[in-house]
Nanobody, 122 residues
Framework: QVQLVESGGGLVQPGGSLRLSCAAS????????VGWFRQTPGKEREFVGAMTWGGSKYYAGSVKGRFTISKDNAKNTVYLQMTSLKFEDTAVYYCAIHRSGSYSSVVGYDYWGQGTQVTVSS
């Protein structure tokens, strides 16, 4: 059984940084594409970025240059380093394992973590 667990969320001031982690059990990240998404109340879950098993990275325009995805295969963990955080980055962040189709589409992912809250506030 595949389980994804996100951690690292919290409260941060604008301009600050956070690093989210996504740890997996039951599936090896080294052979899968992993995506990060975020969601705020009343809105659809939106794509943040993805990293393929081969190491290619893709980011939403709103976070490009500020967020970086990386992974540690030995720990079976994927990270989302977030810098220069803005109020609008406030959301619950989710990681997921890609199954098929577009990396930026929610429907292309079949295993999701429970999410971790990121709040950017002064």
């Amino acid at each position: 059984q595949v389980q994804l667990v996100e951690s690292g969320g919290g409260l941060v001031q604008p301009g600050g940084s956070l690093r989210l982690s996504c740890a997996a059990s039951g599936r090896t990240f080294s052979t899968y594409t992993v995506g990060w998404f975020r969601q705020t109340p009343g809105k659809e879950r939106e794509f943040v970025g993805a990293m393929t098993w081969g190491g290619s990275k893709y980011y939403a325009g709103s976070v490009k240059g500020r967020f970086t995805i990386s992974k540690d295969n030995a720990k079976n963990t994927v990270y989302l380093q977030m810098t220069s955080l803005k109020f609008e980055d406030t959301a619950v962040y989710y990681c997921a394992i890609h199954r098929s189709g577009s990396y930026s589409s929610v429907v292309g992912y079949d295993y999701w973590g429970q999410g971790t809250q990121v709040t950017v506030s002064s």
